[in-house]
């Protein structure tokens, strides 16, 4: 057997059959995969065990794995692989090229008292890897949402809570627990066992190390420790492997010595990194701080620093 597009069919279906029953040439889709197609593009692979609802829309050579079930008002981009038991639930998107674990849950309602089941969303997009046994909501809010950016790898047997916004080409290692409302910016590197406290956000290309409670803004660029995140340094390795030369490496260096070595006010080390530094990636890390509503972790234990006019 083939699909619709010549190629063969997996599972020995008919051109444009979803799970043995066959979808009429006004259903398929001819072109590239679209949110606005007809449901289910004839070059799809779905497994017999699998459950598709005839609402939901499904790109092209896109392969759905025994025994997950993908719920009406879903839409899966082209190239996408789901394995067996993944369940999509409703409202949930994702764009192109996802790889989707087995015994993944997506779309999940949120775990928030508050919530009273109005239409709300997941939104994922482009070529991320979410691994075994992890589940991410969507908003709590109606209409609101849970973002997933490009390039992610989320690993195994961890939550993403409702509303959060994961930027582009982070890490969120095994084990690792996103509370409601966090932001994480791109290259970020969140490792395993790290528990996030809610409204949290964490800096582009900050590396938090192992079992590390997040209860504060991390700011970007550096590295992270201790058992509540502190920080220990700039992330030397991350900055080397995003590209940064070795002038915006030492302007972070000193970032970081007058923003945690210096002894001075928060504000005055902000002024004077703008003065003395004055970097794109430097002016990042003052606008993130000075956007910090829950105040950013510091050296010691204790109260983070606080911004205030």
């Known amino acids: ?6 190629l063969p069919d ?9 799970g043995g029953e066959v979808v009429p040439p006004d259903r398929r889709c001819v072109v590239r995969y679209d949110t606005k197609s007809m449901p289910i593009d004839p070059s799809a ?20 794995g025994d025994f997950s079930i993908v719920e009406r008002d879903v839409a899966i981009g082209a190239f996408c692989r789901l394995e067996p038991y993944v369940w999509v639930k409703r409202w949930t998107s994702m764009g192109d090229h996802n790889q989707i674990s087995a015994c993944t849950v997506l779309g999940t309602d949120p775990l928030d008292k508050g919530f009273t089941g109005e239409r709300s969303y997941l939104r994922i997009g ?24 490009d390039g992610n790898y989320i690993m195994t047997a961890g939550h ?35 528990c996030i406290h809610q409204y949290s956000r964490i800096g582009r290309l900050a590396m938090i190390g192992g079992m590390i409670r997040v209860n504060s803004d991390v700011p970007p660029y550096f590295l992270y420790g201790g058992y ?3 920080p220990k340094g700039i992330n030397l390795v991350g900055l080397k492997r995003a590209g940064f030369s070795a002038e915006d490496i030492a302007a972070i260096k000193r970032a970081y010595r007058l923003l945690y070595r210096s002894g001075l006010h928060l504000e005055e080390a902000l002024r004077r990194i703008e003065a003395e530094v004055g970097t794109e990636h430097a002016l990042h ?25």
């Open 285 to 309: 890390l003052v606008r993130f701080v000075r956007a910090s509503k829950r105040g950013i972790c510091r050296l010691e234990s204790g109260a983070a620093y606080r911004y205030s006019e």
């Open 1 to 6: 057997m083939t699909s619709g597009s010549g």
């Open 45 to 64: 692979a779905v497994a017999p065990t699998a459950r598709v609802d005839p609402d939901a829309r499904i790109g092209p050579q896109t392969v759905i």
């Open 160 to 194: 993403i809570a409702h509303n959060c916004r994961i930027g582009d080409q982070t890490v969120i290692a095994s084990c690792s627990l996103v509370a409601g409302h966090v932001e994480v910016e791109d290259q970020a590197f969140i490792s395993g066992g790290v």
């Open 126 to 149: 482009n070529s991320n890897r979410i691994r075994e046994h992890y589940t991410i909501s969507r908003g709590t809010a109606p209409e609101s949402e849970t973002v997933i950016g």
């Open 10 to 18: 997996p599972h020995g279906r008919q051109a444009g059959s979803c």
């Open 228 to 230: 509540k995140v502190t």
